[in-house]
Structure formats: C-alpha cells, structure tokens
C-alpha cells in the first residue's frame, strides 16, 4: 500500500480587506491543475497583527505568502533579505520561506514586466506612463533594470513623480524624466509603450485618464495595469487608433506565475489562471 500524506503545502495572502481579492481562486486552480497539493490562504490581516501574522507563517512552515495593502512597507522590518529589486522599490508583495528564513520580493513590476514582453521587448525603447503610485514604482524600476532607453513618467502631483524617475536614474542604466500632469496628457513623439499605471478605469468600463487621444501613434503598445474590466475604454480607444492594446490581466497573472515558481520551483499554467480569473469577473459583471 502506498504511503499516503495529508499535509498540504500552506501559501497565502495577507491584506485588509481580503474578500475581493481573487488571487485565491486564481492559484488554487492552478495548483489543482497540476495536480500539486497545496492551498492558498487569503487572510485579513490588520496592521497591527503583522508580525505574528509572519510569525505564524514560519512556525507553521508556509513555502511563502503575498502581501497587500497595507503591508507591502511594513514587512519589510520581519524579513531576512530582500530581491534586488524589492529593495529599490521599498516595498514587498511576495515572500519566499526557505529553512526559516524569509526573503521578500516584489513581483507588480515583473508581472508586468512578462505580459510586456509577450508583445514587445523594452530595451531600448522609449516609455511613457502615466501614474506614480505603487503600481507605477514596481513598473518603472523592472523597466529601468530591462534597459528602456527613456522613461517618461507624468503625475499630477510632479514630485512623485520625480521620485519615481529618479529611482529609475540612481538604480538602473535607463534614463527617467518626471512632468506634472496639467490637463490632457500628451504622448512625446518617438514614443513606443504608453502604460495607464493608474487606477482609472477599474471597475468602470467607462472610465479614461486624461489623456489626448491624438496623440497616439499607429504601432505603439499601449498597456493597462486595470484587470477587470480587461478590455478598459483607453485601450479600446488606443485600439482604434491602430495601436496593440495590452490588458492588465496578464500582470496579475503572471504575478500567480512568478509567485509560485519563488515558492515552490514550478511553472503553473497561465491560461488556467487567466481563464479562472475572466470567469470570476464575467460572472460579477452579470451580477
């Protein structure tokens, strides 16, 4: 009789609030489709309940855990070591448990950074990105580090978004400069990748940044960090206008993807996660 084992391979989130947040059953399918007995966790975890939260996670030997909002900062100071670029973001989503020791990473830019990269390599390319909020940082930096040839980052508030250039420029071999973002955003000619690293538009299918649509060029990849709705009303724009649109869909799963393979050294299959998580928003959609 073959020897049986019952104990699963434990990986997680910790957030607040965690109930809208699909990850879960994106990673779960996964695993049940590769036929690999783990679970995956979401845990509402306040503030104030960090660091038992982490500590929870050692004792009980987790493989590793995501970290959203509000904890992607905060827990830092409960980890032995960051990725290189984790450390220049300033901020962790990802942690990796290996004989106790826990190694923090950030996989919001690498996420994006691979759906990029399915439709256009970015080095040597000029980039525009609107936003400078933790999204946009992950971004710039993993383009910075993949050898963009400029990037232009525009806030409305234009000292974020110098922070962000400047980390780009002190950290990477790529260059960065910041704009204040006044009225309707233009897109410099010369332009390859234009990214809405903002929120406008989630959950809203009607939603648009402020940005002149004349601007954009025939040819350009024009991204969206926005999953739901996938298809957001900027890249339906940019697609007439003859330009490749990128959905955010992509970003948030190979985030699954990436996080798996830090946690358990195995590849999970992309469409089944993607397919998961389309169902899950076409069903809230209809509700």
Known sequence: ???????SILTGSFSTPCGDNPTVAMIEAAYRHAGIDARYINCDVSAENLADAVRGARAMEWVGFNCSLPHKVAVIAHLDDLAEAARIIGAVNCVTIRDGRLVGNNTDGKGFLASLQDVVDPKGKRVFMLGAGGAARAIAVELGLAGVAHLDVVNRDPAKAETIAALVRDNTDSDATAHPWDGAARIPEGTDIVINAT????????????????????GQVVADVIPNPPMTRFLRAARERGCTPLDGLGMLVNQGVIGVELWLGKTMDADVMKKTLRDIFAASDAG
């Open 199 to 218: 929120s406008v538009g989630l959950g809203d299918a009607q939603a648009m940044p402020e940005v002149d649509l004349d601007t954009l060029t025939k």
């Open 1 to 7: 009789m073959p020897e049986q084992n019952f104990r």
